[in-house]
């Protein structure tokens, strides 16, 4: 399978813990995207990596959340202090850098991850 | 600031009907990228169309068929003939190239086909 996958794809935390997921790309792409959506919306931009590049970080992305590429390949996102509100499902996306007629910008998602903060 | 509207939340239809889901866009920028993308019930966003502002040409793939027509900012999917498995979320994106490449979402029409 050389999609995009997500790990784990579920987690149930309790409020105040630690979690951390983890992405891993179609291989030969450069870009790795995350998005959250909740319930009923569609995806928000988290932030995004080129390499191992972090090149753009939403406001969403409060201090509690970091991500990280150390080496341009799987892609880690660590929520500290888990919250309610940070119940969603966790989305990695990436992008081939083969530039032309945007298709440098069509992105293929992984699974997912569900987070449950009880 | 870019904006992706879908008014319509659901949509139920029979087997065969013909469909059609809007999407209205908001951005300043003269290049940007539309995208519809599928979330079947297993959850996989799904990409099925990636159109650029340049280009304003209709397309058909099988069943599907797209629109674009930027004088009313509107970029709305037709699915023609539908099926049970055309049931699932859809979503119309908005990609700035010029800033990542992020993807604003609209919040999703979720399509039921029943037989």
């Known amino acids: 399978d050389t999609g995009v996958s997500q790990n784990p794809r579920h987690k149930i935390t309790k409020r105040g813990q630690n979690v951390t997921f983890r992405c891993d790309p179609i291989s030969e792409h450069n870009r790795l995207y995350w998005y959250r959506q909740t319930l009923g919306q569609g995806p928000e931009f988290l932030t995004y990596?080129?390499?191992?590049?972090?090149?753009?970080k939403s406001r969403l992305l409060s201090d509690r959340f970091s991500a990280e590429r150390p080496k341009g390949s799987f892609s880690t996102l660590e929520i500290q202090r888990t919250e309610q509100g940070d119940s969603a499902m966790y989305l990695c996306?990436?992008?081939?850098?083969?530039?032309?007629?945007?298709?440098?910008?069509?992105?293929?998602f992984g699974p997912g991850t569900r987070l449950t903060v009880t | 600031a870019q904006k992706v509207t879908q008014a319509q939340t659901e949509i139920s239809v029979v087997e065969k009907e013909d469909v059609t889901l809007d999407c209205v866009y908001e951005?300043?920028?003269?290049?940007?990228?539309l995208f519809w993308y599928k979330q079947p019930p297993s959850g996989e966003l799904v990409f099925l169309i990636r159109r650029n502002s340049f280009d304003e040409q209709n397309e058909i793939s099988g069943r599907y068929s797209w629109n674009f027509q930027k004088s009313t900012s509107s970029f709305n999917f037709t699915i023609t003939a539908s099926q049970v498995v055309d049931s699932a979320v859809y979503f119309c994106?908005?990609?700035?190239?010029?800033?990542?490449?992020?993807?604003?979402f609209g919040d999703g029409t979720t399509l039921t086909v029943k037989p």
């Open positions: 996306a990436s992008s081939s850098p083969i530039p032309g007629q945007g298709a440098e910008y069509e992105q293929y």
């Open positions: 994106a908005l990609s700035e190239p010029f800033k990542a490449g992020k993807s604003t």
């Open positions: 990596f080129q390499n191992e590049a972090q090149l753009e």
């Open positions: 951005t300043r920028d003269t290049t940007y990228y």
